[in-house]
């Protein structure tokens, strides 16, 4: 199924072994905005060039404009919700990009 995907801020909280952090992550919605996945590790900017990088970077820091995102444990599985809110995470998809 065709989607899209965007950078988002994730609160991990506190565990025993581990102190909280944030961290940017990639996150995967479908067509209608609804989250499908999301990548393990935090990312980090690269480029073939300084340039490349430099825009990357840029990326990056519009996980910065949308509300922060923490990962909850559900009978079945995780997801992420809106650290403000308390509801599933959704983005709005790109303009021009229908279901």
Not at 11 to 29: G, M, P, R, S
Not at 32 to 47: D, H, L
Not at 48 to 74: G, I, S, Y
Request: proline share 4%.
């Amino acid at each position: 199924m065709a989607g899209f995907w965007n950078y988002r801020v994730i609160f991990c909280e506190a565990t025993k072994d581990e102190a909280a952090q944030y961290q940017i992550h990639e996150v995967e919605y479908n067509l209608n905005g609804k989250v499908t996945n999301w990548s393990e590790t935090g990312a980090a900017p690269f480029g073939n060039t300084l340039d490349a990088l430099r825009d990357d970077a840029e990326r990056l820091k519009t996980a910065f404009e949308k509300p922060v995102l923490k990962v909850v444990r559900k009978e079945r599985g995780y997801e992420l919700v809106d650290v403000e809110t308390g509801e599933e995470a959704f983005a709005e998809p790109p303009a021009g990009l229908t279901a």
